[in-house]
């Protein structure tokens, strides 16, 4: 799959517009918080040799050519009506969800896409064509549902608007295993506590979670991979960089998170609880792979987070009211907000011994 095709597929279930629609401008906004769309170095990313861990690399591709979630992501006949009757609160937020995670599942098909059509390497060939397949199937599946909202995002002007962030293929690694892996974290989650509370799942596609969280675990799988068969990612200075996007994945779950009240609520679900949770999850699992995990049960974490929310709840609040003064006003609490990360940055971290065996199966 190139990247054509996979913008032909998703493109392909969208109705036609004759203009920009609200739903698009919102995905195509370069908040701080939302999705970016990436590109990168790909002579650097041709190099990556997955030679040291031949048998490892061989069995999860073989994972991948299974497919064993190549019927999954179908909406059934008899769930063929509108889900869309939600009080107006929820209704704003569950599409902001859909939306930011459309966007998301999008942008990583677009990239591994571009990967696989400008790389020669045969094992990156294969693992991005794999992922993007993958993301493309998520992103397609999602927008069925966007229909009951009447919502349709026109992904290929997506493409071609949205502004692209450079990252060098060792960021590329960092931040899609976290990503990846607290996605896993995320959705096994909010899947078992609608499992016990049956009456909280307030719409059908909740309970496609369980294997969907599968396909990014294993995603995740292929990154450490790729960094435990070049341990010079995990080494000198590349810590410092793993330290800035474990706590930059952390603290960007944690502000967003807390902006959807209403979402979290029709769940019945605390934010606060539910992010120490997957924080936790998440926080076990990279010792697969990361040699340093931050220290959850320091309390200047939480505390750090709660100021940085409060910060971002302020800031929001002066996009909404505008004007040249406020600003002035959310530059400034940016900046605080920066000095708060960096507080954040420098609580002492954990130090991991990486264990003899890289893969892991989801537990969880």
Known sequence: MNLDSAESM?????????????????????????PRFYTTNFKEMDRISIDSLRPEWDALMAEY????????????????????????????????????????EFSGCILYAEIKRKVSNPDMRNLFGY?????????????????????????GFLAKAKKYTYFKPKF??????????IGYARYITIFR?????????????????????????????????????????LQGVNKLWIRFFILAVYATMYVRDHTRVELYKAMRISPTDYDKKVLFITNEIIKQVF?????????????????????????DAYKKEGGLINKVKSAVLSAR????????????????????????VPTW
């Open 65 to 104: 050519e299974g497919d064993n979630n190549a019927d999954h992501f179908q909406r059934p006949a008899d769930m063929d009506k509108n889900y869309s009757n939600l009080h107006p609160a929820l209704y704003d937020e569950f599409v902001e969800f859909l939306i930011s995670s459309i966007t998301s």
């Open 193 to 233: 506590e609608l499992e016990s509370r049956p009456e909280t799942r307030f719409h059908p596609i909740f309970l496609w979670f369980e294997r969907w969280c599968n396909d990014e675990f294993r995603h995740g799988e292929s990154f450490a991979l790729i960094m435990r068969a070049n341990p010079k990612l």
């Open 291 to 315: 040699p340093i995990s931050v220290n959850l049960d320091d309390p200047r974490f939480y505390q750090y987070l709660e100021e940085m929310r409060a910060l971002f709840e302020k800031m």
């Open 337 to 360: 907000a920066g000095l708060v990360f960096l507080k954040l940055y420098f609580i002492p971290v954990h130090d991991n011994t990486l264990p003899a065996n890289v893969r892991m």
């Open 131 to 155: 992922m993007a397949r993958d993301e493309s199937r998520h992103a397609g599946f999602i927008n069925q549902w966007l229909k009951d909202f009447n919502i349709g995002i026109d992904l």
């Open 172 to 181: 590329i690694f960092y931040a899609t295993y976290l990503s990846e892996k």
């Open 10 to 34: 998703l493109q392909s279930q969208i109705p036609a517009k004759g203009s920009i629609n609200e739903s698009t401008k919102m995905a195509l906004e370069d908040a701080v918080l939302s």
